[in-house]
């Protein structure tokens, strides 16, 4: 068995990890998992290496929104700063019940139009559902003073202030007399109203007048809790993978050269050992110290834990990296993101130019 060392295998940029599973997969049945020395990803090991990097992003999938509209009267179940899965309770309002015997008087459909003000209040509008909405009165648009709410241009019905409509449901306003003879009016979206609040009905003490209403996240990622006066905002930020080296997946192995010509035989996606044509070269020097920063093997310098720093970098600069697996690499700058405090530096990976993505206290001038 020759000794273990960092070889790199080429291919096509976005089919690295789909070329990892078929190189594992060869490898068992070849039965040459000894030759591999194992790799710690997370809780799992491996023979073959990606090197990716997880980016928070709050782009939403097809367009899809990942905002969610939480009143107060919900209870929160999730944190700032925490991972939901798809399919997970964000928040949930209990439901609602009668302190007091009472009688329902009346129940009327309604519609409720909520609308958000710049300031980030809210004002509600609550049109009888016998009133034809116009069609341009929908979630996402934005509205102005004066405006009509219905296609018969009712007077009673316009919008009073400028703002977004972030919310239009159906809802029934329910009408009470208690026994002790006081009065009160509900309103309660219809798709929660319990079947036996019904006009001229008595109920006892302690009937739901409305039911449990859930909210679940349509999509995985990091959380982030907006408060406002009127309600809160939960945000779910989509959480990327990046290929850290675009193109390459790494193996440290022990096979002969005959071997590894075998191991890339017939394989698609223009897999390759990086080398000579006929000649895998192994990896060695600062790229080598690279995949033992990005594995654990190898200590990387750390953050210095900086305070905010000042853009003094311009685009185009050429600047030293000085903490992270790429540490002591040199490249240019080809972006550079003042909010996030981050450059992107392209440096020479394996003779290609390949881009990394730091904070700006963990890049130096030259």
Known sequence: MQRKRWYAIQTHTGSELRLKEELEERVRKLGWEKYFEPIKVGEREELFF???????????????????????????????????????????????HLPLAAEVLAVEPYWRIVVETPNHTEKVYLVPQSKILRRDVRVGIRVRPGLPITIDADERYSFAEQGEIV??????????????????????????????????????????????????????????????????????????????????????????????????????????????????????????TVLGRLTGTVAAPAPEGKPKVEVGFEVGEVVQIVEGPFADFTGEIKEIDKEAEEAVVMVRIFGRETPVRISLSGIEKI
């Open 50 to 96: 990606v090197p990716v990097e997880e980016v928070v992003t709050s782009r939403s999938v097809r367009g899809r929104t990942t905002d969610y509209r939480i009143p107060y009267e919900y209870d929160l179940l999730v944190s700032n700063n925490t991972r939901v899965q798809r399919g997970e309770l964000l928040a949930r309002k209990p439901p609602r």
């Open 167 to 288: 919310a239009r449901e159906k809802v029934k306003k329910v009408t009470l007399r208690y026994e002790n003879g006081r009065e009160e009016e509900v309103i309660v979206p219809e798709a929660l109203l319990p079947a036996a609040v019904k006009a001229g009905a008595k109920l006892p003490a302690g009937t739901a007048i409305e039911e449990e209403h859930k909210i679940y996240a349509g999509a995985s990622g990091l959380v982030k809790v907006r408060e406002y006066k009127d309600k809160r905002v939960v945000t779910i930020q989509r959480i990327e993978k990046r290929r850290l080296i675009p193109g390459y997946v790494f193996a440290k192995m022990g096979l002969d050269e005959e071997q590894m010509r075998e191991l890339v035989r017939g394989l698609e996606r223009a897999a390759r050992f990086v080398g000579s044509r006929s000649t895998p070269v192994p990896i060695d020097g600062p790229e080598a």
